[in-house]
């Protein structure tokens, strides 16, 4: 999830951990481990990832990507993933239907 080689650190794994608990309202809410990261999986479909340094995104696509962007979001470097402002992740029910916005938007990726 973060550039070739890197290796997972702390952060990730304690940033997937704390994006979990936070979604613990939403059933089905998983992290796996990958490429140097975490994919975050809402029923075995990923909608999130946090980077190998603990950066965390939600999945964007046409739907979502202008209301991520009006709230200062930015764009992962490589995936259509958008970064989570602290105001959204300090907030639970924003949070809430961001990682919601996100999981419908990963119901209509090809990956």
Same mark, same amino acid.
């Given at each position: 999830?973060?550039?070739?080689? /890197? #290796?997972? =650190?702390? /952060?990730?794994?304690? !940033?997937?951990? @704390?994006?979990? @608990? #936070? *979604?613990?309202? $939403? @059933? @089905?809410? =998983?992290? #796996?481990?990958?490429?140097?990261?975490?994919?975050?999986?809402?029923?075995? #479909?990923?909608?999130?990832? $946090? =980077?190998?340094?603990?950066?965390?995104?939600?999945?964007?696509? !046409? &739907?979502?990507?202008?209301?991520?962007? &009006?709230?200062? +979001? /930015?764009?992962?470097?490589?995936?259509? %993933?958008?970064?989570?402002?602290?105001?959204?992740?300090?907030?639970?029910? *924003?949070? $809430?239907?961001?990682? *919601?916005?996100?999981? /419908?938007? +990963?119901? %209509? +990726?090809?990956?």
């Amino acid at each position: 999830m973060g550039k070739k080689g /890197e #290796k997972m =650190t702390q /952060e990730s794994l304690l !940033s997937a951990q @704390e994006l979990v @608990e #936070k *979604l613990i309202t $939403i @059933e @089905e809410v =998983t992290s #796996k481990r990958m490429f140097g990261g975490h994919g975050i999986f809402h029923q075995n #479909k990923m909608f999130g990832l $946090i =980077t190998a340094k603990g950066g965390q995104y939600l999945k964007a696509n !046409s &739907s979502n990507v202008d209301h991520y962007l &009006s709230k200062g +979001s /930015e764009k992962h470097a490589k995936l259509s %993933y958008y970064s989570i402002p602290s105001d959204i992740l300090n907030n639970h029910n *924003l949070l $809430i239907e961001w990682a *919601l916005l996100a999981i /419908e938007a +990963s119901k %209509y +990726s090809q990956k």
